[in-house]
């Protein structure tokens, strides 16, 4: 839901937003996809860190305390999974969250 919520966040009304669920070999493969503004390159290595927001002009009543992204990735990681991001800039992001089937 984090990574849902961030991405209807981050994208205008004409934009799109994009949820994929698959299987893939031994593991499940869940993508978030939006057509927003993306994440500068600069921002990306930091994203998941707590309280790191990349779009430092919105206020925390707007944009969050920088936690949400550190939360889903903490999650992901205690049920064995692993998270990762692709953005570029006036494209939009992609994460995508991978558990292992058991």
């Known amino acids: 839901l984090i990574l849902l919520d961030n991405a209807i966040k981050f994208t205008d009304a ?7 669920l698959e299987a893939d070999g ?51 990681e205690a049920h064995r999974g692993s998270i990762r991001v692709d953005s570029y800039p006036g494209t939009g992001t992609t994460f995508t969250v991978e558990f292992p089937i058991h």
């Open 14 to 20: 004409a934009g799109t937003v994009g949820l994929t």
């Open 26 to 76: 031994g593991k499940a493969v869940v993508r978030v996809r939006d057509s927003g503004s993306g994440i500068p390159p600069e921002a990306l290595p930091h994203v998941f860190d707590r309280f790191y927001r990349a779009d430092k002009a919105r206020s925390r009543a707007e944009g969050g305390a920088g936690l949400g992204l550190a939360i889903a990735k903490w999650i992901v």
